[in-house]
């Protein structure tokens, strides 16, 4: 025989003969120790609680009006713009001017001119800057142009409250100097 198959003899006798020493002794001690854990455990399974009785709800609102109707939200609204006590509202008719599209606070006055005897300011919005005058229109909620001084710009806004109804509002623009 080869020395390698001297090894391969010497390794399977040295695994039968570590097989021989698991006898059945072992198995049969385990066996018994859970035979007897099985015997002495106790099983404790606890009461279910009885089951809430059921009580139906019975809805009463399903002949009642539907808050959510469209008609009745109409006749509400309504009754609350003839309410209004004051008749004071923008004229929503009227054509929208080019500084309109822009709030007030995305627009800064730049300058001012003097012209025939009408005094103009000089508004950027957007890259572009726009003459405006007393009476032009400006920002988004319905400004107006009441005063134009060589630092500012005045606008009455109008504005509706909490309450629905149409409120004036101040607002002004500063000239914005460029620093050098």
């Known amino acids: 025989m080869t020395i390698s198959r001297i090894g391969y003899v010497f390794s399977v006798g040295a695994l039968l003969s570590g097989l021989a020493g698991c006898s059945d002794g072992g198995v049969q001690e385990v066996k018994q120790w859970m035979d007897e854990v099985k015997r002495e455990t106790k099983v404790v399974i606890p009461k279910l609680s009885e089951p809430k009785k059921f009580i139906p709800f019975i809805y009463s609102g399903k002949t009642a009006v539907d808050p959510y109707n469209p008609s009745k939200m109409a006749v509400a609204f309504a009754k609350l ?17 080019a500084l309109e599209s822009y709030p007030l606070d995305s627009m800064t006055m730049v300058g001012t001119l003097q012209k025939t005897g009408l005094s103009y300011a000089l508004v950027q919005a957007d890259k572009t800057i726009y003459r405006v005058k007393v009476g032009n229109y400006i920002g988004q909620n319905f400004g107006m142009i009441t005063k134009i001084d060589d630092t500012e710009v005045d606008i009455k806004e109008i504005v509706q409250d909490a309450a629905g109804d149409w409120v004036e509002r101040k607002a002004k623009l500063e000239l914005q100097e460029t620093k050098k």
Do not use: V, W
Not at 81 to 97: H, I, M, T, V, Y
């Open 81 to 97: 713009q003839s309410n209004s006590a004051s008749g004071f509202k923008p004229d929503l008719e009227r054509r929208r001017e």
